[in-house]
């Protein structure tokens, strides 16, 4: 599943429906929405589901990400809990968002795909960059595990570690499709310049952000097109 450009994505945390649905009203501009079900009081799978199609009206694609506290996520029940409604889902979302760390990732990456949906594999490290080494390890293991598209997040605490981000993103894109992310103040500009050096993806925000140091859709869309990023 080789994308041609990169695709600005809207990502959506919000406590309840109707919080969704208006925050879905916002993000004309981007391309796939993400839903992040685990910021939801309640994420029953068959509200889920509905928030799901409900998204795909609007004619957009869909990733369902229903995030591990470990990862960055607020989901409150147990483990198995939240497999479950990923699983109950599948069908119903373009894109899967699975955590690198998550028990049974290969059987849940195969169930997906069975299901005819594509495959996030993702890892997240909130406190630093590692090196350049250890980051491209940790992409190809997300790619051995089945991800369609490998991605990862690291927060940046110098314009060195961004940089190092940047080398990771060219050289991991000529394996497959990957997205990078130099999360915080310091790798904002990473957001707008990790597209150009082969991110598939980009994060914005629609009503708040929902990772440190997101643009808006607004500000990610006008950068790429000065850039020449989106065509």
Do not use: W
Request: a neutral charge; hydrophobic letters at 40%.
């Amino acid at each position: 599943m080789l994308l041609k450009k990169p695709l600005v994505i809207a990502a959506i945390m919000e406590k309840n429906r109707q919080s969704f649905l208006r925050s879905l009203d916002l993000a004309g501009e981007a391309d796939i929405v993400e839903a992040r079900i685990d910021g939801l009081d309640n994420p029953d799978p068959e509200k889920v589901m509905r928030l799901l199609d409900s998204i795909k009206a609007t004619g957009k694609k869909t990733i369902l990400t229903n995030r591990m506290k470990e990862e960055g996520g607020a989901f409150e029940g147990e483990e198995k809990d939240r497999i479950k409604v990923i699983e109950s889902c599948l069908t119903a979302a373009d894109y899967v968002d699975l955590e690198l760390r998550m028990d049974g990732l290969r059987e849940m990456a195969m169930k997906t795909k069975r299901a005819d949906t594509g495959v996030i594999i993702s890892a997240h490290n909130f406190n630093a960059t590692p090196g350049e080494k250890e980051m491209l390890s940790i992409l190809k293991k997300e790619f051995k595990a089945g991800a369609d598209i490998a991605k990862l997040a690291a927060k940046a605490n110098s314009m060195e570690d961004v940089l190092t981000m940047l080398s990771v993103t060219k050289k991991a894109s000529e394996i497959g499709d990957v997205c990078t992310i130099s999360m915080g103040t310091t790798g904002r500009l990473s957001r707008v310049a990790a597209p150009l050096f082969g991110s598939v993806l980009t994060y914005g925000y629609v009503t708040k952000p929902t990772a440190p140091g997101q643009l808006s859709i607004a500000e990610l869309k006008e950068a790429l097109r000065i850039l020449g990023g989106l065509r």
